[in-house]
């Protein structure tokens, strides 16, 4: 298996600009994790689905973040517009049980620089 | 407020050693608590991860702790190896589905 596939690896664009971050997830886990990493916050849980379906979004920052698994196999999350304050590396983890209970195998993450 | 800590922050061994990385979490009411791996640039890869009603799990030349009562974990190295080096992190799933992340202990051991 590839593992967790994220796009792109490294992402530059200017403030106002929408953004969208892709993840693919190991085929068969039943859950889908966002995270955010940086140097000021740490490693920060976003939102994460099981099956498809969003659980919890109270780690999304702000209205400009959204995200979406239209399906089992593919997850976006979405900052319109984007700020300055956004740049962080973005990961996404997938896991074969629901929920946060199990083990988490992560993606490479995007680097997300926003000027 | 639901806080994980690490320390320390920054660690240098030279190869061989034995060393201890310690993580703290101030809610006791955890689920579970997992320890991962990053390497420079890369994803986190899970190494641990401790049931609630556990004590201890072991893989390889690590091994992992949990007192819950006292709000703290530990990851033991054994024999620790350039390969080591990394940012070890601990994370506490608790029970009402928040995961908090330690800031992470760098580690470097030397040849």
Not at chain 1, 79 to 96: G, H, K, N, T, W
Not at chain 2, 12 to 37: H, K, M
Request: hydrophobic letters at 35%.
């Amino acid at each position: 298996d590839a593992g967790v596939i994220q796009s792109p690896r490294h992402e530059v664009t200017e403030m106002g600009q929408e953004v969208t971050l892709r993840c693919k997830p190991i085929s068969g886990h039943n859950s889908l994790f966002w995270y955010r990493q940086t140097m000021m916050r740490g490693l920060e849980l976003l939102i994460y689905f099981n099956n498809n379906v969003p659980i919890d979004d109270s780690g999304m920052p702000e209205d400009r973040f959204s995200a979406k698994m239209p399906n089992a196999s593919f997850s976006t999350l979405k900052i319109q517009p984007s700020e300055p304050r956004d740049s962080a590396v973005y990961f996404c983890a997938s896991s074969p049980g629901l929920g946060l209970y199990n083990e988490q195998f992560f993606g490479p993450g995007t680097r997300l620089t926003v000027l | 407020k639901q806080e994980v800590t690490q320390i320390p922050a920054a660690l240098s061994v030279p190869e061989g050693e034995n060393l201890v990385l310690n993580c703290s979490f101030t809610d006791s009411a955890i689920y579970n608590l997992q320890w991962f791996r990053q390497d420079p640039g890369k994803g986190l890869t899970s190494l641990l991860l401790i049931q609630s009603s556990q004590r201890e799990q072991t893989s390889g030349r690590l091994n992992a702790s949990l007192d819950k009562s006292s709000g703290r974990s530990t990851l033991y190295i054994a024999a620790s190896q350039p390969g080591d080096s990394a940012t070890y992190l601990c994370a506490a799933c608790h029970n009402n589905n928040d995961m908090r992340f330690g800031a992470g202990t760098r580690l470097t051991v030397k040849p």
